[in-house]
């Protein structure tokens, strides 16, 4: 038996929608139809009431959410594609994520976004927005990279009593399984040190971990032994962990599917440098998605986010030092 | 009415001493339609989203006049404590939320709190309430929360006060349809027109909208026709309004025209309404005293967080 990544999403949904009343989840085709991608499968059905298609309105689907955690409840609202929630972006950026700061009622909501790029799917249906919201006061972004991170930070960022974007990958749900759901629990705001290691460290999040450790896994093969950072949130930032990590290395490469004009990426190697230059043996390296639209075909598309090959690269490059 | 009146008077003497930074808006004109909406509501039961020009719905509602004073002159007293302004407030643990600049926005957002009740099997009975101006109809966000609401079948009552000039941009240049209310046949909801000059015929039109509401008939749309009376802000003055619009019809003053009609059906005397304004005044001024005299906020005591989480959040603490 194992249990993917999606698998981990819909547990975690259900097991929220049988221990907390206040929990509903709203979205495009997610009831009876079970959702786009079959991560709210069956849940109307076990559920009756508290599962609820949206209309075509990503805008007034938080902004009903923001009404509900007003009054009490605690949606999870499943955006269909992360892309889309651009089209929601005022309601979380100005109604969600100001709430707090202004009145002194904090908006208890989530916000699945399916996130990243998976091959075919183009520009519209393959956006990383995390740096986006965590550039934003009053967010909290996650990024889950494990079958286990997928279901305890849904628990744990349900239970958070801000709004939270819950960032996905679309290329975990299925390829990415685990023998079980309970992996080590770590509290929101502390990253893990994915693959111990001596000589660099790679900093990465979401997908990009695992692209991570297969470059690891390479460059093992030289001799180098490479330390992989999942960040799992990347706002909260645990800088704690990335600095004890290059204290230990002296090197630092950040990995990001993002695009690369600011981002995650840029603020991990911001902070570095600014908290722990004398730490550093090299110049810091960042690697990121290509400054253009996601493109459609699987050739364009695999060299257009970062890979073992890429991150392999930067990694030499950054030993070379 | 003639509470947001003198007090709105009030705040734009103090906006034009330099005492008010940021900006002052006033609702003047609009206050027989904010006022019916904010009297038809139940405080305590019912939700209202006040927009820009509702101080008298929101007096109506039950808003102290301290909230406003506090707001507008920055005392940490004051639901917003200084993090924002002007009518950029609220008080959403007693069903009025602040409002966002964005126009259209609450309008899901009430319906939400009206879907909330819904789940929690205490909808019935219950009304939530916004208010929107000509211009806001044409966002997005306008469209998908009426819509939502309509799908969902909730009591939610959408006064719209369609002041002729969205900022500077008249009607013509804002929409295409004859009027505003032939949209609600569109999205399959109620819809009422009414004089917004005329407080008689709004608060019959408008609480007949609220009732209707309440009793199960779905989201109700009213579109009140009328003029506003000031510019946008008080740094605007206004003068992209045409003298025979100004002149015209909806350029009488709703204030008056409700006194009128009170000493007509020997509802108030002239000089009982006289005193009424008398009790008024001094009420306003203790509200602005009191304002003035509180802190205002400390950047070196401020917490600075937008989050109501504190972390790290320790290992053994989570869950």
């Given at each position: 038996?194992?249990?993917?990544?999606?698998?981990?999403?819909?547990?975690?949904?259900?097991?929220?929608?049988?221990?907390?009343?206040?929990?509903?989840?709203?979205?495009?085709?997610?009831?009876?139809?079970?959702?786009?991608?079959?991560?709210?499968?069956?849940?109307?059905?076990?559920?009756?009431?508290?599962?609820?298609?949206?209309?075509?309105?990503?805008?007034?689907?938080?902004?009903?959410?923001?009404?509900?955690?007003?009054?009490?409840?605690?949606?999870?609202?499943?955006?269909?594609?992360?892309?889309?929630?651009?089209?929601?972006?005022?309601?979380?950026?100005?109604?969600?994520?100001?709430?707090?700061?202004?009145?002194?009622?904090?908006?208890?909501?989530?916000?699945?976004?399916?996130?990243?790029?998976?091959?075919?799917?183009?520009?519209?249906?393959?956006?990383?927005?995390?740096?986006?919201?965590?550039?934003?006061?009053?967010?909290?972004?996650?990024?889950?990279?494990?079958?286990?991170?997928?279901?305890?930070?849904?628990?744990?960022?349900?239970?958070?009593?801000?709004?939270?974007?819950?960032?996905?990958?679309?290329?975990?749900?299925?390829?990415?399984?685990?023998?079980?759901?309970?992996?080590?629990?770590?509290?929101?705001?502390?990253?893990?040190?994915?693959?111990?290691?001596?000589?660099?460290?790679?900093?990465?999040?979401?997908?990009?971990?695992h692209e991570a450790v297969r470059a690891a896994d390479r460059l093992q093969q030289d001799g180098w032994e490479i330390e992989v950072v999942d960040l799992r949130s990347v706002k909260p930032l645990d800088m704690d962990t990335v600095l004890a990590s290059v204290a230990r290395t002296g090197r630092l490469l950040a990995v990001g599917e993002a695009f690369p004009w600011g981002g995650v990426t840029a603020e991990v190697i911001a902070r570095v440098t600014e908290e722990g230059f004398h730490l550093l043996d090299a110049p810091p390296q960042r690697l990121n998605a290509r400054d253009t639209p996601v493109p459609y075909h699987p050739?364009?598309?695999?060299?257009?986010?970062?890979?073992?090959?890429?991150?392999?690269?930067?990694?030499?490059?950054?030993?070379?030092? | 009415?003639?509470?947001?009146?003198?007090?709105?008077?009030?705040?734009?003497?103090?906006?034009?001493?330099?005492?008010?930074?940021?900006?002052?808006?006033?609702?003047?004109?609009?206050?027989?339609?904010?006022?019916?909406?904010?009297?038809?509501?139940?405080?305590?039961?019912?939700?209202?989203?006040?927009?820009?020009?509702?101080?008298?719905?929101?007096?109506?509602?039950?808003?102290?006049?301290?909230?406003?004073?506090?707001?507008?002159?920055?005392?940490?007293?004051?639901?917003?404590?200084?993090?924002?302004?002007?009518?950029?407030?609220?008080?959403?643990?007693?069903?009025?939320?602040?409002?966002?600049?964005?126009?259209?926005?609450?309008?899901?957002?009430?319906?939400?709190?009206?879907?909330?009740?819904?789940?929690?099997?205490?909808?019935?009975?219950?009304?939530?309430?916004?208010?929107?101006?000509?211009?806001?109809?044409?966002?997005?966000?306008?469209?998908?929360?009426?819509?939502?609401?309509?799908?969902?079948?909730?009591?939610?009552?959408?006064?719209?006060?369609?002041?002729?000039?969205?900022?500077?941009?008249?009607?013509?240049?804002?929409?295409?349809?004859?009027?505003?209310?032939?949209?609600?046949?569109?999205?399959?909801?109620?819809?009422?027109?009414?004089?917004?000059?005329?407080?008689?015929?709004?608060?019959?039109?408008?609480?007949?909208?609220?009732?209707?509401?309440?009793?199960?008939?779905?989201?109700?749309?009213?579109?009140?026709?009328?003029?506003?009376?000031?510019?946008?802000?008080?740094?605007?003055?206004?003068?992209?309004?045409?003298?025979?619009?100004?002149?015209?019809?909806?350029?009488?003053?709703?204030?008056?025209?409700?006194?009128?009609?009170?000493?007509?059906?020997?509802?108030?005397?002239?000089?009982?309404?006289?005193?009424?304004q008398d009790e008024i005044a001094e009420e306003v001024q203790r509200a602005v005293a009191q304002a003035q005299q509180e802190a205002t906020p400390d950047p070196y005591l401020e917490d600075w967080t937008a989050l109501s989480t504190r972390f790290p959040i320790s290992q053994s603490t989570a869950q």
């Amino acid at each position: 038996m194992s249990v993917t990544y999606i698998d981990a999403i819909r547990e975690a949904q259900e097991k929220l929608l049988r221990e907390d009343d206040r929990v509903f989840l709203y979205g495009q085709d997610i009831a009876t139809f079970g959702g786009a991608f079959k991560a709210t499968k069956g849940l109307a059905e076990q559920f009756p009431n508290r599962v609820f298609d949206a209309p075509i309105s990503e805008d007034a689907m938080i902004g009903m959410a923001v009404g509900a955690a007003i009054e009490g409840m605690r949606p999870i609202v499943e955006m269909q594609f992360a892309d889309f929630s651009s089209v929601a972006f005022n309601q979380i950026v100005n109604q969600a994520a100001t709430h707090f700061y202004r009145t002194g009622m904090p908006i208890p909501i989530t916000v699945r976004l399916p996130s990243g790029g998976t091959p075919g799917s183009g520009p519209f249906h393959s956006q990383s927005m995390e740096g986006i919201y965590a550039q934003y006061p009053g967010l909290v972004v996650l990024t889950p990279a494990t079958v286990s991170d997928a279901y305890h930070m849904l628990l744990d960022g349900v239970a958070l009593d801000d709004p939270v974007i819950y960032c996905e990958h679309k290329f975990l749900y299925r390829w990415l399984k685990a023998k079980s759901i309970n992996g080590d629990h770590l509290p929101i705001g502390q990253a893990r040190i994915t693959r111990p290691g001596k000589h660099a460290t790679v900093v990465a999040y979401s997908a990009m971990v695992h692209e991570a450790v297969r470059a690891a896994d390479r460059l093992q093969q030289d001799g180098w032994e490479i330390e992989v950072v999942d960040l799992r949130s990347v706002k909260p930032l645990d800088m704690d962990t990335v600095l004890a990590s290059v204290a230990r290395t002296g090197r630092l490469l950040a990995v990001g599917e993002a695009f690369p004009w600011g981002g995650v990426t840029a603020e991990v190697i911001a902070r570095v440098t600014e908290e722990g230059f004398h730490l550093l043996d090299a110049p810091p390296q960042r690697l990121n998605a290509r400054d253009t639209p996601v493109p459609y075909h699987p050739k364009l598309w695999a060299a257009h986010r970062p890979t073992p090959e890429s991150i392999c690269e930067a990694l030499r490059k950054l030993l070379s030092f | 009415m003639l509470r947001a009146r003198i007090l709105e008077n009030k705040l734009s003497s103090l906006y034009k001493a330099g005492k008010i930074v940021g900006g002052v808006y006033l609702g003047r004109g609009q206050e027989a339609v904010s006022a019916t909406l904010g009297t038809a509501l139940i405080q305590g039961r019912d939700f209202f989203a006040p927009l820009i020009r509702d101080q008298a719905g929101r007096t109506a509602f039950g808003e102290p006049l301290i909230d406003c004073t506090r707001t507008y002159l920055g005392s940490v007293e004051g639901p917003m404590r200084g993090r924002d302004g002007n009518i950029h407030r609220g008080r959403p643990s007693m069903g009025m939320p602040a409002m966002i600049s964005h126009l259209g926005a609450q309008v899901p957002v009430v319906a939400g709190m009206l879907f909330a009740k819904r789940l929690q099997g205490t909808l019935t009975g219950r009304v939530g309430a916004t208010c929107i101006g000509d211009g806001a109809t044409s966002t997005g966000a306008f469209h998908e929360g009426l819509n939502t609401a309509a799908v969902e079948k909730l009591p939610l009552v959408v006064v719209v006060a369609n002041n002729q000039f969205a900022y500077s941009t008249p009607n013509d240049r804002q929409f295409a349809c004859g009027d505003l209310v032939e949209r609600a046949r569109g999205y399959g909801i109620g819809g009422f027109s009414v004089d917004g000059t005329d407080l008689l015929a709004c608060a019959s039109v408008i609480g007949e909208a609220v009732r209707r509401a309440r009793h199960g008939g779905g989201p109700q749309m009213v579109v009140a026709q009328l003029l506003r009376l000031s510019g946008h802000g008080e740094h605007d003055d206004g003068s992209y309004v045409p003298t025979d619009v100004r002149e015209g019809y909806y350029g009488r003053d709703c204030i008056d025209v409700a006194i009128g009609q009170l000493v007509e059906n020997q509802m108030a005397t002239a000089a009982e309404i006289s005193e009424w304004q008398d009790e008024i005044a001094e009420e306003v001024q203790r509200a602005v005293a009191q304002a003035q005299q509180e802190a205002t906020p400390d950047p070196y005591l401020e917490d600075w967080t937008a989050l109501s989480t504190r972390f790290p959040i320790s290992q053994s603490t989570a869950q």
